[in-house]
């Protein structure tokens, strides 16, 4: 009977699960983009399109069936120290009206108030962030919380491991979650050592040996948290790498910055890091060991938001921030990103801000790390050069920071890259900081790269070979699922 009829069988089946696969992305999909094109796909490849949509496309809109699981922990978590919120009003007296509108706009994204009495450090490269957790690793008395996306097996790791299993050994409460796809960057995965040390270990959305959790496959955790007795939290854009330090890598070292943090925003980073874990193990982190510090927060201390974003209630919280802050933009934009992937509607704000007279300088890496990522970005750079916007290639090392400054007041700096797998599908954590100080030295550090930078410009792009360009192009039409 197969053997007759399999032509038949499988055109029944490019219809049974080929009609529902685009019906469902037709109904379900927000931007006409991705619906097209994943009713294009679905109908091109029969069968295969459909199954292909399933595992990474369905995924995109499951987005209140993980808020259903998450939304339990919600309320939980320590006081937010609500004493240190700060007032509209108090925003516009010091910064201006416009960051007053900031500030309202960040109410209503992120469920995490602008607060004052933090202050932060920035921990640039590899050595001297790594450094820095170690030596909080090492002192910490009651409990330990680190989430990650890639956590190696390497120099620098076992380092990091055998720090964790130190102190759990000295009857600190430790856990660490590392993201189902990052924890197979190393092989074998560092979760072993840590199990055998007696650190209890959690994988995000799968697990080693069995992959992936289906349903949810395409997202990920991309947070970088590490709390050490609630008192200091560690953030950025820093995983746990050799690759990343002068010492193990040397001059061929990638670059980052990582940060520093203390006051009540650790509160924040900390519920965000608590519910993941929770999400991920079903253990409520609560008792004495897990406790906020009531330490006597910095005055007036440094005004910092923790923004989490990711496919649930907080979808594009980033998204949403970015373009907030470059409509307020007077003077100038500075952003650094490794993957600068935005969609139009971030282009366009930038553009707007451009046209209006503002400053906007784009940094990206001369040498990228993913190839087909950086020939994708060639691609789209056209867009934001024609509006008058500044793009520049970095000389030397990759460099893998996520900075973002207007008009040297307010800053954004985090995990989020400005490409659709941040924007959209991962779980990230971002601080919004506003200070004139601190914006100031992240603005002095994008501009000290701009010193050495190459400026990319149409006539270059242009110049291109056709096959190049068109390679390019192809390149950026899959740029959604880079």
């Not at 282009?347 to 046209?355: K, N, Q």
């Not at 784009?362 to 789209?380: C, E, F, G, W, Y």
């Not at 990759?398 to 973002?404: I, P, R, T």
Request: hydrophobic share 45%; glycine share 8%; proline share 4%.
């Amino acid at each position: 009977m197969l053997t007759t009829y399999w032509p038949h069988v499988l055109a029944v089946l490019s219809v049974v699960l080929g009609v529902p696969a685009a019906i469902h992305a037709t109904m379900t999909k927000e931007e006409v983009r991705s619906a097209l094109g994943w009713v294009g796909v679905i109908l091109l490849s029969p069968i295969l399109g459909a199954l292909v949509y399933a595992i990474a496309g369905i995924n995109r809109i499951r987005r209140s069936s993980i808020e259903q699981q998450r939304s339990q922990f919600r309320e939980r978590g320590p006081d937010a120290l609500g004493e240190f919120d700060i007032s509209g009003e108090a925003v516009s007296d010091r910064f201006g009206q416009r960051f007053a509108a900031m500030k309202m706009l960040g109410d209503r994204v992120s469920r995490h108030r602008l607060c004052t009495g933090n202050s932060i450090t920035i921990l640039e490269g590899g050595d001297a962030a790594y450094a820095a957790m170690l030596l909080e690793i090492g002192n910490a008395r009651r409990a330990i919380l680190l989430e990650t996306y890639i956590f190696d097996r390497d120099d620098i790791g076992l380092r990091f491991a055998d720090a964790l299993i130190a102190a759990a050994k000295r009857g600190v409460e430790v856990r660490v979650l590392i993201d189902a796809v990052g924890a197979r960057y190393s092989v074998p995965s560092i979760v072993g050592h840590l199990e055998a040390g007696g650190v209890t270990v959690r994988v995000f959305n799968g697990n080693i040996i069995m992959g992936l959790r289906l349903p949810y496959a395409n997202l990920r955790t991309h947070r970088k948290i590490l709390i050490v007795d609630g008192a200091v939290a560690f953030t950025g854009g820093m995983n746990i790498r050799a690759g990343f330090t002068l010492e193990f890598a040397g001059d061929a070292q990638a670059r980052d910055t990582h940060f520093r943090v203390s006051g009540p925003v650790v509160a924040d980073l900390f519920q965000v890091a608590a519910e993941d874990w929770q999400f991920s193990s079903r253990e409520s982190l609560e008792g004495e060991a897990w406790q906020i510090a009531l330490l006597q927060p910095q005055k007036p201390g440094t005004l910092m938001r923790a923004v989490p974003s990711g496919p649930d209630r907080a979808n594009e919280s980033n998204h949403k921030m970015m373009m907030g802050a470059f409509s307020v933009a007077r003077r100038n934009i500075r952003i650094m990103s490794p993957y600068f992937l935005p969609d139009r509607e971030l282009i366009s704000a930038l553009v707007t801000a451009a046209m209006r007279g503002v400053e906007v300088d784009i940094i990206v890496p001369a040498v990228n790390n993913l190839v087909l990522v950086d020939r994708a970005m060639t691609a789209q750079f056209d867009q934001a050069l024609k509006g008058g916007c500044r793009i520049w290639r970095s000389t030397g090392v990759f460099n893998h920071s996520k900075l973002m400054t207007v008009d040297d007041r307010w800053a954004y700096v985090g995990s989020s890259n400005l490409d659709p797998r941040s924007l959209r599908l991962n779980f990230e954590i971002d601080l919004e900081v506003l200070d004139s100080g601190f914006a100031a030295a992240v603005g002095q550090r994008t501009q000290a790269m701009l010193k050495s930078a190459r400026p990319v410009t149409l006539a270059e792009l242009g110049a291109k070979p056709f096959l190049t360009r068109l390679i390019n192009k192809i390149f950026w039409l899959g740029s959604p699922y880079l």
